[in-house]
C-alpha cells in the first residue's frame, strides 16, 4: 500500500505466520549408523502436554510482524537518486564477523 502525502510516501508491510502443529513424515531417518527410535523411552510411549486444554507441546507459535515507514525519497531528473552520501560504495573489507550469545537460566 502506497499512500503519497505531499512529497511523502507512506509504506506498510504485513506479515503473519500461522500457528501449526509440528508432524512427522513417514520417511526414515536421515543419520547413518543410528537407530530411529520416536517416542520409545518406555513400554508405552508418551506424549508431553503443553500448558492449557488445546494447546499441544509440539506445536509452533504463531507471530505477527508489522513494518511501516514514512519517506521523501529525492530523485534527480533522470530518476537516480539525488544524494548517496556514499551509501553503496565499497570503501573497505573486512574479515568475517561472527555473533555468538549464550544465555543460561537456572532454577
Known amino acids: 500500500m502506497v ?25 526414515s531417518l536421515n543419520a547413518p549408523d543410528n537407530d530411529q527410535r520416536a517416542d520409545l523411552v518406555k513400554a508405552k510411549p508418551e506424549i508431553l502436554g503443553g500448558i492449557g486444554r488445546g494447546h499441544p507441546y509440539f506445536e509452533n507459535p504463531g507471530d505477527t510482524n508489522s513494518n511501516n515507514n514514512v519517506s521523501n525519497m529525492q530523485l534527480n531528473p533522470d530518476g537516480s537518486v539525488r544524494n548517496l552520501n556514499g551509501h553503496a560504495e565499497v570503501t573497505r573489507s573486512y574479515g568475517e564477523r561472527q555473533l ?6 537456572g532454577f
Open 100 to 105: 555468538r550469545l549464550g544465555l543460561r537460566l
Open 3 to 27: 499512500a503519497p502525502v505531499g512529497d511523502s510516501h507512506y509504506n506498510s508491510l504485513q506479515a503473519r505466520l500461522e500457528r501449526r502443529s509440528v508432524t512427522a513424515s513417514g520417511t
